[in-house]
């Protein structure tokens, strides 16, 4: 009995433990899809869905001729709209918001439409030319139709 205690329970408890740190962590999940609707034309919208894929997203994009039904439909309001719309795990993400920015809306689930970052602003993704950056917000648009600043990117000068 001696030898039980003394000797085994002591290396049955070591190899035990080794066991479970040998296990690997559990994978990620993958990131959701993220379509792309976009003029024909547009090259910033192709360099955005290049941000995106960048950061782990799977892009399909859809050159469509006229946006507007498009927006309609996925709820942007009037005046928050830019050069592409995408549409991403149930909502929509309008502009040039940065990858971050999606992972962090598909993290917290908030009760909204979606994403919008109006305009093109210098140095957001896609939009990238040199050092400067223009500061920007990126806009949660409630289901109600409400917006509240979700981040502030700052700028350079």
């Not at 290396?11 to 433990?17: D, H, K, Q, R």
Request: hydrophobic share 40%; net charge negative; proline share 11%.
């Amino acid at each position: 009995m001696r030898l039980l205690t003394t000797i085994i329970a002591p290396l049955l408890f070591v190899s035990l433990g080794a066991c479970a740190q040998e296990l690997p962590p559990p994978a990620p999940e993958p990131l959701p899809l993220v379509t792309v609707y976009k003029s024909p034309a547009c090259g910033c919208c192709l360099a955005w869905a290049d941000h995106m894929r960048s950061s782990g997203f799977p892009v399909e994009i859809r050159d469509v001729q006229d946006l507007s039904p498009i927006k309609a439909e996925a709820g942007v309001p009037a005046g928050m709209g830019s050069c592409h719309t995408a549409l991403v795990a149930g909502y929509f993400v309008e502009g040039h918001v940065p990858a971050e920015d999606v992972k962090r809306l598909l993290a917290e689930k908030p009760d909204a439409l979606g994403l919008a970052v109006p305009g093109m602003p210098l140095g957001s993704p896609g939009m990238v030319q040199g050092e400067r950056r223009q500061a920007y917000e990126v806009v949660l648009v409630a289901r109600d139709g409400s917006t509240s600043v979700f981040t502030s990117h700052p700028g350079t000068q």
